[in-house]
Nanobody, 119 residues
Framework: QVRLVESGGGLVHAGESQRLSCAASGTTHSFNAMGWYRQGPGKQRELVADITGSASTTYADFVKGRFIISREHAENTVHLQMNSLKPEDTAVYYC?????????????WGRGTQVTVSS
């Protein structure tokens, strides 16, 4: 049973940095991609960043130049370094993993961690 567990959320002030981590358990292989989504108050869940097994990255426009996603394949862990945080970054951040096995797609989600950025 695959499980994703986020850590690193909390309260920070605008302009500060925070690092989120997500550790996957219950799998013996690396995922095709891992990433982070977020859902702010009154908003839909949206992609923040993701990274593939070949280290190709995708960033949402609103975090480009501020956030960095990285991955540790040996431990099936993904990190999100968030710099220059803004109040609008306040959201629940969810870890996501994507896997393809024998033509079947599997999506896994963490339970989320709250990030609150105060003015």
């Amino acid at each position: 049973q695959v499980r994703l567990v986020e850590s690193g959320g909390g309260l920070v002030h605008a302009g500060e940095s925070q690092r989120l981590s997500c550790a996957a358990s219950g799998t013996t292989h690396s995922f095709n991609a891992m990433g982070w989504y977020r859902q702010g108050p009154g908003k839909q869940r949206e992609l923040v960043a993701d990274i593939t097994g070949s280290a190709s990255t995708t960033y949402a426009d609103f975090v480009k130049g501020r956030f960095i996603i990285s991955r540790e394949h040996a431990e099936n862990t993904v990190h999100l370094q968030m710099n220059s945080l803004k109040p609008e970054d306040t959201a629940v951040y969810y870890c996501h993993a994507l896997d393809y096995v024998s033509g079947n797609r599997y999506d896994y989600w963490g339970r989320g961690t709250q990030v609150t950025v105060s003015s």
